[in-house]
């Protein structure tokens, strides 16, 4: 997969969607899915047009956090088998185009695009006077067809990545996921820790979370590893252990089943529900009897 972060490209012959696509989730991959079956019955390249930063930072100065980030999505997407990801700066000079400026310049001048896959809600351009209808008045005169798709829901719900980031940052960890269509995860290297879960007989492996992650409540869930090819049940928790006065907050995992140090090496952990929030126990003893309740409810759950 190519990916460009820059204005800098020029394009031929694509079928492409547009968004932010944080999370990538069932709604998301319903457009990919009809990029890829586009592109293969009219061999065009298929693309996904992003834009960062998120456009509620460059507008409006706040801060998003992804729910994937930059790698993972890359990831995410190359699995899909999308051709090209572009990252477009965006910016409020950017954000001043008229519809049809947009449509000329990116998606015909630089996309060379023949087929145009938008969510059914999507908006676009100065003061988001574009959408469909507009998209659909200028076929003819720039040569594309759009393809709508209609939103994806979940017990009633409309599933977008602002709902699924509020079901993380509040610990409902299986709604998130149920939206998503797959597991919410954190990847990265194994690092270094205080080496306190060791000592109280449940050993964990430890991340450092990228600084723009997006994290679940601070607490314990039921999880799996993934490292080298290898799935193992595990015991996850969020936070700063206040317990043993921790101050970082990192991405703390008991893996059920492993013996062997992996420090250095990359992992991927899912998370699939919580057990319980974070709590700052009275003592040593009583932290070590709570993981022993922890991972006893991790092993019920996954029925193992």
Request: aromatic letters at 12%.
């Amino acid at each position: 997969m190519i990916y460009y972060d820059t204005e800098d490209f020029k394009l031929n012959d694509t079928v492409v969607t547009i968004g932010n696509f944080d999370g990538l989730h069932q709604g998301h991959m319903k457009l990919i899915e009809s990029v890829i079956e586009h592109k293969k019955d009219l061999g065009l390249t298929g693309v996904v047009l992003s834009f960062w930063p998120h456009p509620k930072e460059a507008l409006k100065g706040i801060k998003i956090k992804p729910i994937y980030t930059l790698e993972e999505k890359k990831n995410l997407l190359e699995n899909a088998y999308i051709d090209v990801f572009i990252n477009y700066p965006f910016s409020i000079d950017f954000s001043q185009k008229e519809p049809e400026d947009f449509i000329r310049e990116i998606l015909i001048e630089k996309l060379g695009s023949r087929i145009i896959v938008v969510g059914e809600g999507y908006r676009f351009a100065r003061k988001q006077k574009g959408d469909i209808e507009v998209l659909k008045s200028f076929e003819e005169k720039y040569g594309y067809k759009t393809i709508p798709i209609p939103h994806c829901f979940f017990n009633n719900e409309k599933i977008s990545s602002s709902n699924i980031r509020d079901y993380i940052i509040n610990g409902y960890i299986d709604t998130a996921d149920e939206m998503l269509g797959r597991c919410y995860y954190v990847t990265g290297n194994v690092v270094y820790g205080r080496k306190i879960g060791r000592t109280l007989g449940f050993p964990t492996i430890n991340l450092i979370p990228h600084e723009d992650k997006l994290l679940p409540l601070d607490g314990v869930y039921a999880s799996k590893v993934y490292r080298k090819d290898k799935e193992y049940f595990g015991v996850t928790n969020v936070g700063s252990n206040p317990t043993v006065d921790g101050k970082i907050k990192t991405v703390e995992t008991y893996v059920l089943g492993l013996n062997e140090e992996i420090y250095g090496e990359f992992v991927k952990v899912e998370f699939y529900k919580m057990i319980r929030k974070e709590e700052k126990f009275h003592s040593v003893d009583a932290l070590k009897d709570q993981m022993a309740m922890d991972t006893k409810k991790a092993k019920e759950y996954f029925n193992i």
